[in-house]
T-cell receptor, first 112, second 114 residues
Framework: SQKIEQNSEALNIQEGKTATLTCNYT??????LQWYRQDPGRGPVFLLL?????KEKRKERLKVTFDTTLKQSLFHITASQPADSATYLC???????????FGKGTTLSVSS | DVKVTQSSRYLVKRTGEKVFLECVQD?????MFWYRQDPGLGLRLIYF???????EKGDIPEGYSVSREKKERFSLILESASTNQTSMYLC?????????????FGPGTRLTVL
């Protein structure tokens, strides 16, 4: 079965630095991979989707890369701010293409 | 904007009670999902539905059932609540058409079973 891992439970960085979060997956070749943000006590909110034929995607201060050879996606937040503090989840489709499988998330804390 | 609403933000029930969690969407999306989220375990899929009266088991369906009588409404039912069902429950929707691949989540229901 597919497995998706976010290899850091928590990441602490200083304001202004770049945060880099990692998502690895096995036993599957997804057509695309997604990233979500979740604030405490709230539902996840979609941020970005990157397709298998896209190496990189950007949205404002966010950048996502997708390496299908390494089976890895990196999620970067540049010029990080305390308001970026949240849990970030990566997700990919199950093999039937009907439901998303989520990683357990990385909790980012940005200190001023 | 897509809107997904859940019937309660917080709910406290007693062991053995029958519990209904309701999810309503304001779009015409086919796919609806119920997840539970627990510390250290992440989001786990309980059930999903891809059309009215259609349902599929997810990874952890035991102790739960679902109902989808109308397209906009997807209910999760705990037949006899137990303390290990204390959790955050999240509903999500997704469209199968138009290339919309992301999921939209409701605000969640924090259920405590005493």
């Amino acid at each position: 079965s597919q497995k998706i891992e976010q290899n850091s439970e928590a990441l602490n960085i200083q304001e202004g630095k770049t945060a880099t979060l990692t998502c690895n997956y096995t036993n599957y070749s997804p057509a695309y991979l997604q990233w979500y943000r979740q604030d405490p006590g709230r539902g996840p909110v979609f941020l970005l989707l990157i397709r298998e034929n896209e190496k990189e995607k950007r949205k404002e201060r966010l950048k996502v890369t997708f390496d299908t050879t390494l089976k890895q996606s990196l999620f970067h937040i540049t010029a990080s701010q305390p308001a970026d503090s949240a849990t970030y989840l990566c997700a990919l489709d199950d093999q039937a293409g009907t439901a998303l499988i989520f990683g357990k998330g990385t909790t980012l804390s940005v200190s001023s | 904007d897509v809107k997904v609403t859940q019937s309660s933000r917080y709910l406290v029930k007693r062991t053995g009670e029958k519990v209904f969690l309701e999810c309503v969407q304001d779009m015409d999306h086919e796919n609806m999902f119920w997840y539970r989220q627990d510390p250290g375990l992440g989001l786990r899929l309980i059930y999903f539905s891809y059309d009215v009266k259609m349902k599929e088991k997810g990874d952890i369906p035991e102790g739960y059932s679902v109902s989808r009588e109308k397209k906009e409404r997807f209910s999760l039912i705990l037949e006899s609540a137990s303390t290990n069902q204390t959790s955050m429950y999240l509903c999500a929707i997704r469209s199968r058409s138009g290339g919309l691949n992301e999921q939209f989540f409701g605000p969640g229901t924090r259920l405590t079973v005493l």
